[in-house]
């Protein structure tokens, strides 16, 4: 099983985990404050990524669990930076809470939306794809943060984990 390069987000991170929803709002806000017909179909990409980031977050092994620490460990890094150079203040204090983690009925559920986004990557247009990838970084990074990763973790990841149990107790 791999491990976790990193579990643990510190300030530079989280500033990064809601820098990117707040710079993607501010752009969606520009293109459709106005519009009378607002382009709610643009945001799927993003939020779709949040919320799998999200879950992956809360993934205790495996590949996408690795996957999620990479992109903590490189968040920390690039916010601590970030934070230290324009602020001049100290980024590295630890903001995690303690996670509730994806069951083995949970993981299910994570395996199956894996299947679905891989499935889906090719038809997805090649705008769709960054406004994707830039939703799962935010996900993983607000996934591990006390406040809004607790939120989901008390709310989403339960469900996750029943939804799997059903699942599995409907399939075995």
Not at 42 to 58: K, T, W
Not at 75 to 87: M, Q
Request: contains cysteine; proline residues 3%; glycine residues 16%.
């Amino acid at each position: 099983m791999l491990n976790l390069p990193t579990s643990t987000l510190t300030a530079g991170g989280l500033a990064v985990g809601l820098g990117i929803p707040v710079h993607f709002s501010a752009h969606w806000l520009k293109a459709n404050f106005r519009a009378k017909k607002k382009d709610w179909k643009s945001l799927i990409p993003f939020v779709g990524g949040m919320v799998y980031g999200g879950m992956a977050s809360m993934c205790t092994g495996g590949l996408i669990a690795f996957g999620a620490g990479l992109i903590t460990l490189f968040g920390n890094g690039a916010g601590s930076l970030a934070l230290w150079g324009i602020t001049g203040g100290d980024a590295t204090r630890a903001v995690r809470a303690t996670p509730v983690e994806l069951t083995a009925d949970g993981n299910i559920v994570l395996f199956l939306l894996t299947v679905v986004v891989f499935g889906l990557w090719k038809a997805i247009k090649s705008e769709e794809k960054k406004l994707a990838k830039r939703g799962i970084v935010a996900g993983v990074l607000l996934g591990l943060s006390a406040v809004l990763g607790g939120a989901v973790a008390a709310t989403v990841i339960p469900t996750v984990n029943d939804f799997g149990g059903q699942l599995l107790g409907n399939v075995g």
